[in-house]
């Protein structure tokens, strides 16, 4: 069995669900590649759409939500969309790909991809699966036609149903996480001797994190703040000239998953990945700054269900750390909540179900 999965630089998200899938079909001895789809588009494709997505979510993201916003109101049209008519001229070499390289099964972690797959399969059998990564049914989804569609939680098969999914395709097994993620074990340079507060920015860097930082160091005594600066390297850079032994900056680094199990509690944007990667391990959960549009939504589903603590700006995000800091009791009931609404493994159960169609 030989298996692509399709991603896009248009946020860490995408490409992080994309490995972890890789990741969980390579236990199995399963072939599995994971593929930039811009690459299939044409010569500097990925590079420009990378820098589209990034220019859009610059101050606070107004432009990404506009578009976004938009892509709803065209959506309810029930319209063929100019995002599918971009996708399917795509077809012919997505097609070519495909059988050049024999693979028996796609897998889309992002919208494009799905959309240029369900162009091929109006004129070609081929099998592919959607994997849904953010906690809404996005814009365009509803022009998708997979054999199956992997949704955040089962909170959210209704959505989806709404959506123009069939209720007996959706698979309700969660973000793809992989197993390496979740039993990953801390390694001894990371201190556990005290609480922890991590701040994960996602893959690019978010906002003012130096006055976050030192109003924390300030008011939340013998507490390490451990900050992920991403690919910001100018903020790791004035970050690290902060002189005080409880705090530990970073850059990009490949072994999240050892520092938010060592933390008492964790704040981030709430990008889709991320606030699963944080459920999964079960860790209270502190979001803020979402880029306006489906991170809406990502933060909307959270607190819905209790299962993190909303900050609105600076002031309030040591507020909320001290309460949650506190109270066991608070930390215990978000811990509960995620338990009961998502779920673990999520990315061996997608390949799990697979391998069991094959047999």
């Known amino acids: 069995m030989k298996i692509v999965v399709f991603s896009c630089k248009t946020g860490g998200g995408h490409n992080a669900c994309a490995n972890y899938i890789k990741e969980e079909f390579e236990k199995y001895n399963v072939t599995c590649d994971v593929v930039d789809y811009f690459d299939l588009v044409g010569k500097n494709a990925s590079d420009i759409a990378e820098k589209i997505y990034l220019d859009s979510t610059k101050g606070n993201g107004k432009v990404f939500g506009s578009v976004y916003k938009l892509g709803e109101l065209y959506s309810k049209t029930k319209m063929p969309s100019p995002v599918y008519g971009l996708n399917k001229l795509v077809k012919d070499k997505l097609y070519n790909f495909l059988k050049y390289n024999q693979y028996d099964l796609a897998i889309g972690t992002h919208l494009f991809p799905c959309l240029g797959l369900t162009a091929v399969k109006k004129e070609h059998p081929i099998h592919f699966i959607n994997v849904a990564t953010d906690y809404e049914c996005i814009p365009f989804w509803s022009e998708t036609d997979p054999d199956y569609f992997v949704i955040p939680s089962p909170l959210l098969t209704q959505r989806f149903i709404e959506g123009g999914f069939k209720e007996e395709i959706i698979l309700p097994f969660g973000i793809s996480i992989s197993s390496r993620f979740l039993d990953q074990e801390i390694s001894d340079d990371i201190p556990r001797d005290k609480d922890m507060i991590l701040l994960t920015s996602g893959s690019m860097g978010f906002g003012n994190l130096k006055k976050v930082v030192k109003q924390m160091l300030e008011e939340i005594p013998n507490t390490y703040i451990v900050v992920i600066c991403g690919n910001n390297r100018k903020m790791y850079n004035e970050l690290s000239e902060i002189d005080n032994e409880l705090l530990i900056v970073k850059g990009f680094i490949n072994n999240m998953s050892e520092y938010m199990k060592a933390s008492t509690i964790v704040i981030s944007k709430p990008g889709g990945v991320t606030t699963t990667e944080v459920a999964e391990l079960r860790k209270p959960l ?30 309030d995000l040591v507020v909320q750390s001290k309460k949650l800091l506190a109270s066991k009791t608070l930390q215990d009931a978000i811990i509960k909540n995620q338990e009961e609404n998502i779920k673990t493994y999520s990315a061996k159960a997608l390949v799990e179900f697979v391998l069991n169609q094959k047999k």
């Open 286 to 315: 502190i979001l803020m700054m979402p880029i306006p549009g489906v991170e809406d939504y990502n933060m909307k589903f959270f607190l819905n269900n209790q299962m993190c603590l909303k900050a609105t700006n600076v002031s």
